[in-house]
């Protein structure tokens, strides 16, 4: 295995720390993903990146910061990679998925603060996440009024820190915001890469980013099979990785592993036997290392076969058309794509809700279980709406809400398997 130690150090991580989170992410992934029975060969690429998540792919990132490129990190969807690609810059997620740092992080954010933006502060107080060492540019946006208020703190703590303001409303009014957001949003990558935006790189960031859509697509459908060619887990895993590695590299592995899988629903292969349980996660984003949720369901005779969440299809399965002829054209383009994000934040959000019916059809989904981050505003007041539609439509659906600790593990498990039971009498 290669030593990064001096890679690490050169970054300012806390390398004592960073050892002690790498080693308990190594046992948890191991107990939690190799564990796992009849998984597909290609998910291997994965496990690799995931050996490798803080190491090659941060020397790949550093290499390409010696050769000019602009890293550019950030915490959501509503942030173009195209944008990104166009400049020949590294576009990168960020870490915010574990309990870490958190007493650090609440001598300047109040307790009831959601665990996602909690573990965003206790990473770079902790000195423990090489994703944002490594950036050139960090891009926070106004999504929720608790990232809103806490980019303002994390501002003094990291290089450079851009805020993008979001609508809130799906009218003509929020779309030409979200358009004036990313027009600066070029002007400020063109000012730190020192490269212009053309139509030809933006075409070229556009197919780039599109195949990567592409390609979850692909997995997405083939998870309507019966019995499920891959677990949730797994499937989840590969949205998580999505935001980290190389895109090319990605696309070509996610196609590899979907021939795989196409072939093991021919053949009738499946990680869980035929007629198991089958439930749709709708809900708040599920950043890396957090798999508490997806673990609970699919060791309790269930299998997850698929993702309403920004880590998950709302986050992949609108394309960016790559039509003009002029950056402005292809802006208008990459706006229209992003704007149909329903995020919980877009007030009244139809389509949502709408949206997770048709993934149940098309899914063979038994149920859905909506998942909300403890003092996540807009996902919990939304959750009961979405419940309430759901179950007219016959929909079974539970709700739960949790944060990034283990202590009420056993309590959720308990709930699942009551609600699987629910779904087996259905």
């Known amino acids: 295995m290669t030593d990064y130690t001096e890679m690490w150090t050169s970054l300012g991580l806390d390398v004592d720390g960073h050892n002690a989170l790498l080693a308990g992410l190594g046992k948890a992934y191991t107990d939690i993903f190799l564990s796992q029975k009849n998984r597909p060969e290609g998910m291997k690429y994965f496990d690799f990146v995931m050996s490798e998540v803080h190491g090659l792919r941060i020397k790949e990132i550093v290499d390409a910061k010696a050769q000019g490129r602009t890293v550019i990190g950030s915490y959501c969807v509503f942030v173009p990679e195209e944008l990104v690609l166009a400049v020949d810059g590294v576009a990168v997620g960020l870490c915010a998925g574990a309990e870490l740092g958190f007493e650090a992080a609440e001598a300047l954010l109040p307790r009831n603060t959601c665990s996602l933006i909690k573990s965003m502060f206790g990473f770079k107080l902790g000195k423990l996440c090489p994703y944002v060492e490594s950036c050139d540019v960090i891009v926070g946006e106004n999504t929720c009024d608790g990232k809103k208020k806490a980019y303002e703190i994390f501002r003094p703590l990291v290089k450079d820190l851009y805020v993008m303001d979001l609508p809130q409303t799906k009218s ?123 673990l609970l369901i699919e060791t309790s005779n269930a299998v997850i076969v698929g993702e309403e969440s920004c880590v998950g299809e709302r986050g992949t399965r609108w394309l960016t058309e790559s039509k003009g002829n002029t950056v402005e054209e292809l802006l208008d383009a990459i706006t229209d794509r992003y704007f149909n994000v329903d995020c919980a934040v877009f007030t009244p959000n139809p389509s949502r809700v709408n949206y997770v019916k048709e993934m149940t059809k098309k899914l063979h989904a038994d149920g859905v279980i909506h998942y909300s981050l403890q003092f996540c505003q807009p996902y919990i007041i939304e959750s009961g709406p979405v419940e309430k539609e759901l179950e007219k439509s016959h929909i079974p659906t539970l709700r739960l809400e949790t944060d990034y600790s283990q202590e009420d593990a056993g309590q959720l498990k308990t709930r699942i398997e009551a609600f699987n039971e629910r779904l087996k009498r259905k």
């Open 172 to 294: 003509e009014t929020g779309r030409q915001l979200l358009k004036e957001e990313y027009r600066k949003f070029i002007a400020k990558l063109e000012k730190e890469s020192g490269k212009k935006v053309t139509v030809q790189s933006l075409k070229k960031g556009i197919e780039i980013v599109n195949a990567k859509r592409k390609a979850m697509i692909r997995l997405a459908a083939i998870r309507a099979a019966d019995p499920a060619p891959i677990s949730g887990l797994d499937a989840l895993l590969i949205n998580q990785v999505f935001f980290h590695d190389d895109p090319a590299r990605f696309t070509d592995s996610v196609n590899k592993l979907c021939d795989e899988l196409e072939e093991r629903v021919k053949n009738h292969k499946g990680v869980f036997p035929k007629g198991t349980t089958r439930v749709i996660v709708s809900g708040c984003p599920m950043a890396v290392p957090n798999w508490k949720l997806p």
